[in-house]
């Protein structure tokens, strides 16, 4: 290969840019052979020949406005090598080229050398320090200020220093590599203990430590480092160490001492058990903290009874245990996957089946083998419905279950009946556990139940019902629908399912299970929509209507009627709880509730109007219940789905016929709701699946209350004409009344008397 100088490759590069733009591709490369640029440039001759147009390009990067070219032909300009070095020398780099460093400076490494004296010891410290900006002056932080710095250099050169933010920082100016020594004391003894050496450092990338003790056959220890060697000359032992990325480096060290003989090691063991009272056995959790003194040790071992079954044991280190009879008596050896020494736990779960003939249970724990003294507390939970009774104990004192340790309290997922404590063997507990019958729990209930149904003038009635779900295992809902119901749509959690009959012709609609970690009354929908038929509504009548029965309990229900314009409602009768407004007769027409899409839309805008019963324009209003009251949250539910009952049922639809076949839970028809209609609602609370839902309405059409009306009006009218005369008299009479006479017009009017004889008669002759 042919080596170029520092001057060909200045001309090479020069031509790249300047001499065939023309070649330049989208990505800004060129490739020539290494002949034809020889020959566009004259490399190999003394003169240079560029075209007039790149020597001036090559001008304007110098910035100089009276160079001229001397020798031009042919529309080239003809340069020697050093008059083209010269006007390379002079250009400048373009604007925006330059690329800003990510940090200012780094700290790349730093070594410590100490040497240790009776009462301190000295460091000195080397830094590498590369500055990325040369535009300004920087402060880098090398010493922390608690350490007495004795000297820092520069390059060998006394540095500028400045204390500030804890540290003792030097000022650099300059691009590049730059060598930082610190040299300062730090404070150690080795007269007295403790042998220790604190030191305070700056955060490196790469730390290194040497160090110098004066002391022959000691062990050094130092925590922050990940490789440490040691090495002994003329009673001084050099330490050496790599420290992982840290504030600071201890060491401590102690004088090596041999073991003249190893002892056996001495094992202390705490056990703490859980008894959880299960349906048909005694589960215990045995947690044994061995406390291993001198010595290693390889296994651990346990004695337990014959009715005592192992289920399980887990630990640190705890390898394979094994089952073995010694002396006729049962052991578990625990092996170790490596020796073990100082504090250690093994986990050990048991269990001891009960008496199917109603025996008492004995529990006597398990037996640590080769142990100096062995410890323990007993925590008892009941895990079951039966009852249990301590009917004896011996070795165990009986102690309060919140003084039980921790590791019981903790482990147990129930309030402990019984607490006890031992500081031997052997012990025992004799439990008499008395079962009773189980009551079985539901395991889903509906938390409210919310309806809607819609009356049509031709007969049709739709239910839409809405069950408000907490499910823990029941697989499906069972819903026992009229025989004929045409079932429009089934959603779970709002989304379509696949629903069935079952042999009692009753619908089967799969269930999601709960997230029992939630809140309990968290609950999911589940959502029917049918319809049913009946006669058309004629001039008066009664219709009737029932809900379906679920196989759930169910806390609350509300249920909302719609019933077409147009005719008088008399009378409603229902299982359920009337609202005040139609708890009596209404003969001759009374209140009615109008559904309005915007009055409904307006007064929930407000729900605290709505809470305080300012509903919406008069016609909007919160019912009353007597027997079963009804929060306003919960009426503000029920509201908001009879607005959505319309919207609900006009956008399920099945968009063509094999969709039908393919997709489930969408209904097969599209339904429009009208706009208007008389609503009104019913309530229960504590509903079983036996209860019946059920509602009838006796009705007539409005015009006949108002013929009757007007037919009475007519007849009093027809009436009043006839009797026109002796009415007249009959109010004259009243009007005018019976004269009252005064004692003077008496006198007046007094009638006089006589005899035969022409005498006046007197009252006392009469």
Known sequence: MKKLSLYKIILLLSALIFAVPALAQDKGEV????????????????????????????????????YKAQNIAGGNVILSQAEFKKIVDGMKAPTGTSITPPFNYLITKAVYKGKMHQENTDFTATFLVHILKDDQYHKIPIIPSSTAVADIRVNNQPALIVSESGFSNIVLHGKGEFRVDATFSVKSSLARGPYELALNINRTPITLLELEIPMPQIEVEIPQA?????????????????????????????????????????????????????????????????????????????????????????????????????????????????????????????????????????????????????????????????????????????????????????????????????????????????????????????????????????????????????????????????????????????????????????????????????????????????????????????????????????????????????????????????????????????????????????????????????????????????????????????????????ATLDKISAPSASAISTTTGLMPIRIRIPTSGQVYRFAKTVVNPEDPLTMEVYFIQSWVPKAVKWTVWILVILIIILLRRKLFRFARKLALGKPRRSENDAEEEKTVFFDDKGKEITKNDE
């Open 226 to 646: 990940r490789q440490v060697s040691s090495s002994e000359r003329n009673n001084v032992t050099n330490i050496s160490a790599v420290i992982t990325e840290s504030s600071a480096i201890n060491v401590r060290w102690r004088k090596k001492f041999e073991v003249v003989e190893k002892l056996p090691p001495k094992v202390y063991a705490d056990i703490n058990h859980l008894v959880s009272i299960e349906d048909n056995a005694l589960k215990t959790t045995s947690q044994v903290n061995y406390n291993i003194l001198h010595s290693e040790i390889e296994t651990v071992g346990i004695t337990i009874d014959d009715n005592v079954r192992i289920l399980n044991i887990t630990g640190s280190g705890v390898g394979e245990w094994q089952e073995i009879v010694r002396d006729e008596v049962r052991q578990i050896i625990i092996p170790f996957t490596y020796g073990i020494k100082g504090n250690v736990t093994v986990n050990i779960v048991s269990e001891v089946p009960l008496s199917a003939e109603g025996l008492e249970t004995a529990f006597t724990g398990i037996k640590s083998l080769n142990t100096v003294r062995e410890t323990g507390s007993i925590g008892i939970e009941l895990n079951t419905s039966a009852e249990v009774v301590i009917t004896e104990s011996s070795g165990l004192e009986r102690v309060a279950p919140q003084t039980l340790p921790n590791q019981i309290l903790t482990r147990s997922s129930r309030p402990l009946i019984e607490g006890f404590k031992y500081s031997r063997h052997p012990y025992q507990l004799m439990l008499d556990i008395r079962k009773h019958r189980k009551v079985g729990v539901p395991m889903a209930a509906a938390y409210s139940a919310s309806a809607v149904t819609l009356f049509t003038e031709d007969g049709k009635i739709i239910h839409s019902i809405e069950y408000r779900i907490k499910n823990s295992s029941k697989q499906f809902l069972e819903i026992a629908l009229p025989e004929n119901a045409q079932v429009f749509s089934v959603f779970v959690n709002n989304n379509p399912v696949e629903s069935s009959l079952n042999d009692r012709n009753s619908l089967l609609v799969p269930l999601i299970r709960s997230d029992l970690s939630s809140r309990a009354d968290d609950t999911y929908p589940v959502e029917i929509i049918y319809a049913v038929s009946s006669k058309h509504f004629g001039i008066f009548g009664t219709k009737s209507t029932a809900l379906p029965a679920i196989d759930l309990f169910t806390s609350q229900i509300m249920w909302s009627v719609y019933l077409p314009h147009g005719y008088q409602y008399i009378y409603f009768d229902s299982s359920l709880e009337k609202e005040e407004l139609i708890r009596g007769f209404n003969i001759l027409g009374g209140d009615q509730r109008t559904y309005d899409a915007e009055i409904q839309a307006d007064g929930l805008a407000d729900s605290d109007r709505v809470r305080a019963g300012r509903a919406a324009k008069a016609e909007m209003s919160m019912s009353e219940f007597r027997s079963a009251p009804m929060v306003a949250e919960d009426q503000i539910m029920q509201i908001r789905r009879e607005q959505e009952f319309g």
């Open 31 to 66: 490739s020539l052979p290494w002949n034809e640029f020889k020959n566009l440039t004259n490399i190999d001759k003394n003169m240079i020949v560029i075209p007039i147009e790149t020597f001036e390009k090559l001008i304007i990067q110098t910035g100089r406005q009276d």
